[in-house]
C-alpha cells in the first residue's frame, strides 16, 4: 500500500461501517488491452478478500474441508465504476452485511482507489452455504454461523440506506 496515503476502516468514504480491508496493488499481469485492470481481475480480488475476511477470523480452508461446509456463489451483481491502473494501491473492503445465521448471506464489496479514494467498483455476492460432499445446501455448522452471522443493527440499517440509495433490491 501507498506510504504516504492509507485508507483504513474509520476513514470517511466506506460505503458501511466496519470493513474488513485487503490491500493489493494493481500488477502488470492484471492489466489488459486497455491499459487498465481487466474486469475478471476485480472479480479475483473480491475472492481474496473474502478468503482474507474468513482467516482474519481465524478460520482456514481445511476448516471448510474438515466441516464439510462451503459457501456457494449463487448470483453475483457488480459494478465498474473507474479504472484501476498497474501499480495503483486499492483498499478492498468486505462486510457480510446479509445473513440470516442459517443458510443464506451477502457478501458486498467496495474497493476504492487509495491515492484518491475514489470507489472503483462495488459487489453484492449472494450465497448458499452447502455440504461439500453432497453439493446440497446445508445449515451452517457454529463456526460459519458467528462468520456469516446475522450483521450489527447499524451495519443492516446502513445496508438498507445505501440500497435503496443506489435503488438496489
Not at 475472492?47 to 449463487?74: P, S
Not at 494501491?89 to 467496495?110: F, K
Request: aromatic share 10%; hydrophobic share 35%; glycine share 6%.
Amino acid at each position: 500500500m501507498s506510504e504516504t496515503h492509507v485508507l483504513n476502516p474509520e476513514d470517511a468514504g466506506w460505503d458501511l461501517p466496519r470493513p474488513f480491508i485487503l490491500p493489493v496493488t494493481v500488477k502488470t499481469e492484471d492489466i489488459d488491452d486497455f491499459d487498465h485492470a481487466n474486469n475478471s481481475v476485480y472479480l479475483r480480488w473480491a475472492d481474496q478478500t473474502a478468503w482474507a475476511h474468513w482467516e482474519a477470523d481465524g478460520y482456514t480452508r481445511q476448516n471448510c474441508r474438515d466441516l464439510d461446509r462451503g459457501m456457494a456463489i449463487l448470483r453475483t451483481e457488480a459494478d465498474y465504476l473507474g479504472h484501476c491502473r498497474k501499480d495503483e494501491d486499492i483498499a478492498c473492503a468486505v462486510w457480510i452485511a446479509r445473513s440470516d445465521g442459517r443458510l443464506r448471506a451477502e457478501r458486498w464489496y467496495q474497493f476504492r482507489r487509495v491515492s484518491d479514494g475514489e470507489t472503483v467498483f462495488r459487489a453484492v455476492t449472494k450465497l448458499v452455504c452447502f455440504q461439500l460432499s453432497t453439493g446440497r445446501p446445508a445449515r451452517m455448522v457454529d463456526s460459519f454461523a458467528r462468520h456469516y452471522g446475522k450483521p450489527a443493527e447499524d451495519l443492516s440499517q446502513a445496508a438498507d440506506a445505501l440500497d435503496a440509495r443506489l435503488k438496489r433490491g
